[in-house]
């Protein structure tokens, strides 16, 4: 077959790794391999965060709650997961896409789109350099991964299912691991597929669709946007619309920030303890704040989410003046918010997070410094506080998260100290949070 | 309840003593006026619970007593009748007023639910009016308004040397100013008085020379009376910040500047100010200072003042709006920036010692 990929402008790729959390569990710990390895919390609450296709054979996938999971399949080994690992895989893995281009929009730790359209004359075509891609993750990590090319980031996106391995029964089939739609092929290739395949359709919308009779991508290509505009909105009617047809020209953002930051637990067992709710609210500033000066940003809005036992969902919000990137103040932020909650419904979720993100290092308004005693210089004390933080931060990034941390994180095993997602998902001791890292 | 009122006269005081209705209401009856006619003096009555006006009125009394009645609706009723004598009658549960041709009957409330408000006298005196105003006009606005941290929003009345002082301050800037030879009767205590009070005090305030505003106090409520208006409130608790200890004794720079040239380059350059987070900035250097205000989507602008200045040369930076308040505030031609560094707070204060200062944190710049 001719490779007509050169062709492609622009030349998007949506590379997209395997069983990720799974593979790289697997890749630790060899014992596994060829077994059905499931990542995820085993709590009462538990959800698999990551498959090895082996488990997937079961029928089981990402966001399943682990207990069906082991229902399915008994014998699967159910890993507890660790984020700050897979986020080093992650970054090893960009360290091979900055090799490519420099315009890389990741998504998640195991999935990003690159633009490699600059790279065409240098590297070869688009499905020359997606096999390169593929060749040098796998010899250099070990790792497999489903690449699409396309000229749009949706088609991009769907073209990278169709390159990954299929449970076809309970075989794996191997996929082609990279599949190019050509635009004169976007069409035929969009048509056939349920609406929920688009970016912008999720259940809600489209069991919406589905009322009106449109179940396919072909259903939908031919609608007048402002038919649709009473059901879903006039944004995602003229969105869906125009992708079903093709038209996708969001271009690929390097360098994005996140619009903001959060942490946010599902705790294994309600919690009607306020005691224990600040202690979790003080680690979940931590790691919002930690993330946040990661990123070099900082915060006006801090955000505090809380979900009661029965289902019914609060959130408040306080917008300030002064930027924020200090555990310290986040959490007295998000203390006053949370407040007086009442909580004697029990508390199954709670969560931080922080917003209207601007960078850091900007101007900012220094405060007398009203609060401190009269023994010591406030001025002196806030600058050095500033400091400790630019030097705690230093030592984190150069020894790792766990070289230094307050003694309120000290545990029987050393410093927990918490990163934004490297807590084990559903775990018994450890709160939980949800993700997960494909779907097949 | 029975008196006949000029209508410019009554809708000014049905006004003055509306604002301390309040627009969320804690009991119904707080969105009423208490009215009430001895003789002939009328007594208006607006409180939230916590802030109270109170205004006098000489009319024609017809019959003695009292009604509440509905503060927004009565007066705007009042301001839109025509010019000239308005009636204003009470019956069991309504109220009528009239006049000329106009006849409206409005329900009241029960007076027995209207909370009372009282005015004590045990700490008192007296401030003649024009300094009150000009200190009121150089601190109040130095207030927070953030309900976040009460202390702040509120104005702090305390002696120094024998001074009244009073001090505000939203934890960016400082504003205090020492009124000489009116403390004595004040006693140790601090007193922290809402800030809202004091704005409502500097309205009641007409300029007259002779005008004396009285104050007295108690542990828990204060009082202004000036004319024919009577402003009480209760007084914020708790201790407020040491900002004593925030005063740097002397600073090693010193700028003199001419106070209307300086405030007009900087409302010139803060127009390229879209957000609140652009700072000035000052290159403070022999012979005087530029200014200059970067703004990343809009542009640049700079300015040029002359001056003398003493010290090291420096550049500083300033919230624009913060650095013009403290300005402004300065009476007289000449006004004095004193700073450390560029991240100690800086004075302002004008040519000539007045008691007045205000204490600015800089904006912290890369």
Redesign the interface.
């Known amino acids: 077959m001719v490779d007509r990929s050169g062709e492609l402008s622009p030349a998007i790729l949506l590379v997209d790794m395997d069983s990720f959390f799974a593979s790289v569990e697997i890749l630790d710990d060899p014992s596994l391999r060829g077994k059905p390895v499931v990542v995820g919390g085993d709590g009462q609450r538990g959800v698999v965060a990551s498959a090895s296709y082996e488990a997937r054979r079961y029928g089981i996938h990402s966001a399943m709650p682990m207990a069906i999971a082991l229902r399915r399949c008994p014998d699967a080994i159910c890993v507890p997961g660790n984020m700050a690992r897979y986020a080093e895989v992650s970054r090893q893995v960009h360290e091979i896409f900055a090799d490519v281009t420099p315009i890389i929009e990741p998504l998640a730790l195991d999935e990003a789109f690159l633009d490699v359209t600059g790279a065409v004359k240098l590297l070869g075509t688009p499905l020359e350099i997606a096999h390169s891609i593929r060749y040098r993750i796998n010899q250099e990590l070990h790792l497999d991964c489903g690449i699409g090319a396309a000229s749009s980031k949706q088609v991009a996106k769907l073209a990278s299912r169709s390159a990954k391995p299929k449970i076809v029964g309970d075989r794996v089939v191997p996929g082609p691991g990279v599949y190019v739609v050509l635009d004169e092929d976007v069409l035929r290739y969009l048509h056939p597929m349920p609406v929920r395949a688009l970016f912008g359709v999720g259940p809600t919308t489209a069991n919406k669709l589905s009322r009106l009779g449109i179940e396919t991508v072909a259903d939908l290509a031919g609608l007048d946007p402002s038919m649709l505009e009473r059901h879903v909105g006039s944004a995602v009617a003229h969105l869906i619309v125009d992708l079903a047809n093709g038209r996708d020209d969001r271009p690929v953002e390097a360098g994005v920030k996140n619009r903001s930051i959060g942490h946010e637990e599902t705790f294994s067992q309600d919690s009607f303890d306020r005691t224990q709710l600040d202690h979790r609210l003080r680690r979940q500033a931590q790691a919002v704040s930690s993330a946040l000066r990661e990123s070099g940003q900082e915060a006006h809005t801090v955000t505090v989410k809380i979900k009661l036992s029965n289902f019914e969902q609060h959130t408040r919000s306080l917008t300030l ?1 002064e930027g924020l990137d200090d555990h310290q103040a986040i959490y007295e932020v998000a203390s ?1 918010l949370l407040g007086d909650h009442d909580i004697s419904a029990g508390v199954r979720l709670m969560g931080i997070s922080a917003s209207s993100l ?1 960078p850091r ?12 005693g ?1 023994t010591a210089d ?2 002196v004390t806030q ?1 050095a506080r500033f400091e400790l933080r630019e030097a705690l931060d230093d030592i984190r990034k150069r020894f790792g998260k766990q070289a230094v941390g307050t003694a309120n994180l000290l545990g029987e095993d050393g410093l927990t100290s918490p990163g934004q997602r490297d807590v084990a998902f559903g775990a018994k001791e450890l709160p939980q949070i949800l993700g997960n890292d494909e779907e097949i | 309840m029975k008196f006949r009122a000029e209508r410019d006269s009554l809708v000014e005081a049905l006004g003055a003593a509306g604002r301390a209705v309040a627009s969320r209401l804690a009991m119904p009856v707080l969105a009423g006026l208490l009215v009430s006619v001895t003789n002939n003096d009328l007594v208006i009555t607006g409180t939230d619970g916590d802030l109270s006006i109170k205004v006098e009125l000489e009319v024609i009394g017809v019959e003695n007593g009292s009604a509440v009645i509905p503060a927004k609706l009565a007066n705007d009723i009042a301001r839109s009748l025509e010019p000239g004598a308005v009636t204003i009658e009470a019956s069991d549960e309504s109220v009528s007023i009239s006049a000329a041709r106009s006849n409206f009957s409005l329900r009241t409330f029960p007076v027995i639910e209207f909370p009372q408000v009282q005015i004590t006298s045990e700490r008192q005196l007296s401030i003649p009016s024009a300094a009150l105003a000009d200190a009121l006009r150089q601190v109040v606005r130095a207030s927070s308004n953030d309900d976040a941290r009460p202390l702040l929003t509120g104005v702090l009345l305390t002696t120094h040397n024998g001074a009244l002082r009073l001090v505000a301050t939203d934890s960016y800037r400082l504003a205090l100013r020492d009124l000489d030879g009116s403390a004595a009767a004040l006693g140790e205590e601090d007193i922290l008085v809402p800030s809202r009070a004091l704005t409502e005090l500097q309205r009641a305030i007409t300029g007259d020379e002779d005008e004396v505003v009285g104050v007295t106090a108690t542990a828990s409520e204060i009082t202004f009376s000036v004319g024919n208006v009577s402003i009480s409130t209760r007084l914020i608790s708790g201790t407020y910040p040491d900002y004593r200890q925030l005063i740097p004794e002397s600073y090693p720079n010193r700028l003199h500047l001419g106070k209307e040239t300086l405030v007009g380059a900087l409302r010139r350059v803060r127009l390229l100010v879209k957000d609140n987070t652009t700072p000035v900035r000052l290159s403070m250097r022999q012979g005087g200072v530029d200014l200059k205000v970067v703004s990343q989507e809009v542009g640049e602008g700079a300015e040029s003042v002359d001056g003398d200045f003493t010290g090291e040369d420096l550049v500083i930076a300033f919230n624009p709006s913060y650095l013009i308040d403290g300005i402004e505030a300065v009476k007289g031609d000449e006004v004095i920036i004193e700073t450390s560094d560029g991240t100690r707070p800086a004075t302002i204060r004008a040519g000539e010692a007045d008691g007045y200062r205000y204490l600015l944190m800089p904006v912290r710049v890369s």
Do not use: F, T
């Open positions: 003046e006053v601007r290092g900007g101007p900012k308004q220094l405060h007398l410094g009203l609060d401190a009269s406030p001025l600058e």
